[in-house]
């Protein structure tokens, strides 16, 4: 199985000021289309998970242009730029190159 | 509206069994992977298996740690995708969300989820 790993696990941001989150995988996301099979989702308090960044840097609908991915290989990163009150949860990465699908322990984000 | 809706979670004995649906609605459903992701109070999410659709021959993929245990299937006809949840044990105690996928794009629909509790 492909082991996620993220850092920090928490983050305490003042508004206005970036954030960014780590994420490595134990095995490259490579597929074989070239694009890598990572995906950056944020869990609400009390809500379900939402897609944010797809493909490592393609960011979804609606999703202000704050939200920014990069990486490649085993190493992956998101960054929030100028953060708001409405990003605070907990931020998960998942790869999806193969099963079993497998998530990042999840990055928690507070605002001060 | 585009909507995932699960469905038949509750409160089960261990050893039991237990059948979630997860009902689409405001899109092709068929033309999708139902992916099925859990977790437990204060936990994080843990992926538990997907069904492909009909060109792929509904297969399935499931964690390993299941042996078994749960078993994924679908109705087109119905636009709901099931899971079947045998011999439980405490620790399958989560919400259970059911999420669609095709690719390029990923997890872009979860559901609400559904409350799942084995204890006795």
């Known amino acids: 199985d492909i082991v996620m790993t993220q850092s920090p696990l928490s983050l305490s941001v003042t508004p206005g000021e970036s954030a960014s989150i780590s994420c490595k995988s134990s095995?490259?996301?490579?597929?074989?289309?070239?694009?890598?099979?990572l995906d950056w989702y944020l869990q609400k308090p009390g809500q379900s998970p939402q897609l944010l960044i797809y493909l490592a840097s393609y960011r979804a609908s609606g999703v202000p242009d704050r939200f920014s991915g990069s990486g490649s290989g085993t190493d992956f990163t998101l960054k929030i730029n100028r953060v708001e009150a409405e990003d605070v949860g907990v931020y998960f990465c998942?790869?999806?190159?193969?099963?079993?699908?497998?998530f990042g322990q999840g990055t928690r984000l507070e605002i001060k | 509206e585009v909507q995932l809706v699960e469905s038949g979670g509750g409160l089960v004995q261990p050893g039991g069994s237990l059948k979630l649906s997860c009902t689409a609605s405001g899109f092709s459903f068929s033309g999708y992977d139902i992916h099925w992701v859990r977790q437990a109070s204060g936990k994080g999410l843990e992926w538990v298996g997907r069904i492909k659709t009909k060109p792929e021959t509904y297969a399935t993929a499931y964690v390993t740690s299941l042996q078994g245990r749960f078993a994924l299937s679908r109705d087109d006809s119905k636009n709901t995708a099931y899971l079947q949840m045998n011999s439980l044990k405490t620790e399958d105690t989560a919400v259970y969300y059911c999420a669609r996928r095709r690719y390029p794009n990923s997890f872009d629909i979860w559901g609400q989820g559904t409350v799942v509790i084995v204890s006795s």
């Open positions: 095995q490259s996301l490579l597929h074989g289309d070239g694009y890598y099979c």
């Open positions: 998942m790869q999806v190159l193969q099963t079993p699908v497998t």
